[in-house]
């Protein structure tokens, strides 16, 4: 836009610029479609936050829900399947995109993401998320106060009836976790 506004008048000399940009929204327009062009839309509600506030404090300090036969571990997402974040704090948003699976074929359910205090900043299920090249995108505000993002994973076993040993472990569930530091403006 800065070449078009400097160019008025003579917009082909950002012919450079303008084409790839094209190129890319029409390819991907399902995706660019999902997105509102004003944010109220796609924010998260306090009383929507207070909801997944109330599961992830009992799923973080219970281990799991209020379902007794969850096995829950908390670990580091594995280096193949890292989410990828985008934090723009000038902007006051981000967006953490993770796999539909896990190495070991365990499914994603749930997305959050909470700051340095941990306070909830974004959270959804995969019904909430716009799904994107294999990924789940979950959009975040990142207030100009926030130094570190944690982005969590609840990932859970595909098959039910699969025996532990065939999934690579003993849990039913496992929340991944990945802390990026928002770089100093």
Not at 102 to 124: C, T
Not at 130 to 153: A, I, K, M, W
């Amino acid at each position: 836009m800065d070449c078009i506004d400097a160019n008025e008048g003579d917009e082909s000399k950002c012919d450079d610029l303008i084409v790839p940009l094209d190129e890319c929204l029409k390819s991907n327009k399902a995706f660019y479609d999902k997105i509102s062009l004003y944010e109220d839309d796609n924010e998260m509600t306090q009383d929507s936050i207070g909801k997944w506030e109330n599961f992830i404090y009992d799923l973080e300090e219970g281990g799991g829900t209020d379902q007794d036969d969850i096995n829950c571990k908390f670990k580091p997402f594995e280096k193949d399947f890292q989410p990828e974040m985008q934090l723009r704090p000038e902007q006051n948003m981000g967006a953490a995109m993770l796999h539909q699976k896990d190495g070991i074929d365990r499914i994603l359910l749930l997305v959050y993401v909470k700051d340095q205090d941990g306070n909830l900043l974004g959270a959804g299920s995969v019904e909430d998320l716009f799904e994107f090249h294999g990924q789940y995108v979950l959009r975040f505000r990142v207030s100009s106060d926030c130094r570190d993002v944690t982005t969590h994973g609840l990932y859970r076993n595909e098959c039910e009836s699969e025996s532990d040993d065939e999934n690579g472990g003993d849990e039913d569930v496992v929340v991944y976790r990945k802390t990026e530091r928002i770089p100093p403006s």
